[in-house]
């Protein structure tokens, strides 16, 4: 029997996910917040959906890609979050069951997050980082959402499309680019680049790259909360 108190808290980095969730999932048994890219402000956010009852939390986003296998658009089901720190998180096993009966039309790559604190640009550290720690990879909420749902023994999944693949750095004029609310500061980033008009090039790789990963997500993300819902029974 469904309960119609049950939800899912759903987290986002930017509020261009946001959107791409409320088009792409059922409103009635989601909840989602923005946390501006901060995994300090996304364990915040998952945390006071955990206080509200929430059933699982799910962190949906973009994400800089580590394995050079994977290209711009290619979706990541995380099997766990690595921080790098000695303590990591492992996704709920039910949920990937879940993700494991998905559509024949989505074709995700099953394996870990890092959970970075700052911005990965180079390709040295991309590189780094799938080197050391071998995640598919890096973001900036999912680990502080996952740390939120650990504390209180909530379900945690994420699910993420690559933007930036492992060999293309981030342009400086992108690096502040996210303000605080999960907004794009668009003037500031382009009289960043206007300043340096050689960055403009690396900045419209960087839009197409994020467009592929948000279009990904609005394709596959219906299908695949479905199989979530129907896993805890929403």
């Known amino acids: ?9 759903v987290v986002c980095g ?37 206080s ?19 290209a711009p658009g290619d979706l990541i089901i995380g099997d766990r979050v690595l921080c790098g720190a000695g303590k990591d998180y492992q996704s709920d096993p039910r949920l990937l069951d879940a993700m ?16 970075a604190d700052e911005i990965i640009e180079s390709t040295e550290k991309k590189a780094t980082l799938y080197r050391d720690h071998g995640a598919l990879g890096v973001d900036m909420e999912s680990h502080g959402a996952a740390r939120a749902a650990a504390s209180v023994g909530v ?24 303000a605080a609310d999960g907004s794009t500061r668009m ?26 990963a948000l279009k990904t997500l609005g394709r596959d993300l219906g299908p695949l909360f479905r199989r979530l819902f129907l896993s805890l029974d929403l």
Not at 1 to 9: L, V
């Open 52 to 70: 509200q009852g929430a059933t699982a939390i799910i962190s949906v986003g973009v994400s800089g890609g580590l394995d050079p296998s994977l």
């Open 187 to 212: 003037l500031a980033t382009l009289g960043a680049a206007l300043r340096d008009p050689k960055q403009f090039p690396a900045l419209m790789k960087l839009g197409a790259d994020s467009s592929a």
């Open 100 to 115: 494991a009966d998905e559509p024949a039309s989505t074709k995700a790559k099953v394996g870990a997050f890092f959970g």
């Open 1 to 9: 029997m469904k309960h119609a108190d049950k939800f899912i808290g």
């Open 155 to 178: 379900a945690f999944l994420a699910i993420r499309a690559i933007a930036d693949p492992a060999d293309r750095a981030l342009p400086a004029a992108a690096l502040g680019a996210i």
């Open 14 to 50: 930017l509020k261009s996910e946001a959107q791409v969730v409320a088009r792409a999932v059922d409103a009635s048994n989601i909840r989602v917040g923005v946390s501006g890219a901060n995994a300090a402000r996304a364990e915040e956010i998952a945390r006071e959906f955990c």
